[in-house]
């Protein structure tokens, strides 16, 4: 005798099973592409900004953080500028600046990611009003960072993580500390850059 087809409600747990694993998978699937998308790159300068109002060292390295401090991505960012600053022999003279678009109220900038930059020590934090600063070393990204020679020549521009909001060894970080302790390991001296825009590039102003 021929069975009895299965129940329509067998079939429709099925098929709900179905969908909800596609979500599952699609919804990975967007959080690993966004972890792993990295962010705009810098339009990189050979030499350090002339215009710039940050005094660099013109008897050693000087090394340039740019933050959102609303990004909270950039926490591995200053993670990993800690773990660099430890290793570094000698250390760069440090600038830290944070972004203060225009009309925002006093003390909007003073996030924990400006505690945080402000607790590493021989780190200079400054606040970037309207990202002039930015603007002028070319930064799009947070999380950015550049390290010039005491000559003012661009040696290193690129991210310090391997993904967004993601701290460990990383390439970014690795160049910077073979680059300052002059070991002749292999550096890269271009890195992708993890983190949220330094502007909103559609509306011409701070992100």
Not at 31 to 52: C, I, L, M, T, Y
Not at 84 to 109: N, Q
Not at 166 to 193: E, F, I, K, M, Q
Request: aromatic share 8%; glycine share 8%; net charge positive.
């Amino acid at each position: 005798m021929p069975q009895d087809s299965p129940p329509a409600g067998r079939w429709l747990l099925a098929v709900l099973a179905v969908v909800w694993l596609a979500c599952c998978a699609t919804g990975l699937w967007v959080v690993w592409a966004w972890d792993n998308s990295p962010g705009e790159s810098a339009r990189v300068q050979a030499r350090w900004p002339a215009d710039s109002t940050l005094s660099r060292d013109p008897a050693g390295p000087t090394l340039v953080m740019l933050v959102h401090p609303q990004c909270t991505c950039s926490r591995a960012s200053l993670t990993e500028l800690a773990e660099l600053l430890a290793r570094a022999r000698p250390r760069p003279k440090t600038f830290v600046l944070f972004l203060k678009p225009a009309g925002l109220a006093e003390g909007w900038e003073q996030t924990d990611l400006w505690q945080t930059a402000t607790s590493l020590p021989g780190v200079t934090v400054v606040r970037d009003d309207q990202g002039a600063q930015s603007a002028r070393f070319g930064a799009a990204t947070s999380g950015q960072t550049f390290l010039y020679d005491a000559r003012g020549d661009l040696q290193f521009s690129g991210g310090i993580t391997a993904a967004r909001a993601h701290a460990g060894d990383n390439a970014g970080r690795s160049s910077l500390v073979a680059l300052l302790n002059a070991s002749g390991a292999p550096v890269a001296s271009r890195t992708s850059v993890f983190g949220c825009p330094l502007f909103d590039r559609s509306r011409s102003r701070s992100f």
